[in-house]
Nanobody, 125 residues
Framework: QVQVVESGGGLAQAGGSLRLSCAAS????????MAWFRQAPGTEREFVAA????????YYADSVKGRFTISRDNAKNTVYLQMNGLKPEDTDVYYC??????????????????WGQGTQVTVSS
């Protein structure tokens, strides 16, 4: 019954910005841990960022730290990924994940239960 839907992907120049949005519905949103992963063809799904239920508990992959910011707006049942200083290597399909467990190993894709369909981000040189 849980639905996760990403939006906001598109084309950007190197050094530019994009903001991804992820809406989750079907259960009480504030109970969800939320995360962003990305995946290129033939590769494992890579952790990007996560935010806990309190919104102040955030985690980032080293590759995006200082450039990307994850946030959540519980009133809108939405999590965001603000991507600044984009690089060509950021080109990937970005997936939103949600889970309502008491705790989660956020940097692994394995324990996350609910996933969106992905949104394409392409960064040109």
């Amino acid at each position: 019954q849980v639905q996760v839907v990403e939006s906001g992907g598109g084309l950007a120049q190197a050094g530019g910005s994009l903001r991804l949005s992820c809406a989750a519905s079907g259960r009480t949103f504030e109970r969800f841990h939320m995360a962003w992963f990305r995946q290129a063809p033939g590769t494992e799904r890579e952790f990007v960022a996560a935010v806990g239920r309190t919104a102040t508990d955030t985690y980032y992959a080293d590759s995006v730290k200082g450039r990307f910011t994850i946030s959540r707006d519980n009133a809108k049942n939405t999590v965001y990924l603000q991507m600044n200083g984009l690089k060509p290597e950021d080109t990937d399909v970005y997936y939103c994940a949600a889970d309502d467990a008491e705790w989660i190993t956020y940097y692994s894709s394995v324990p996350w239960e609910y996933w969106g369909q992905g949104t394409q981000v392409t960064v040109s040189s």
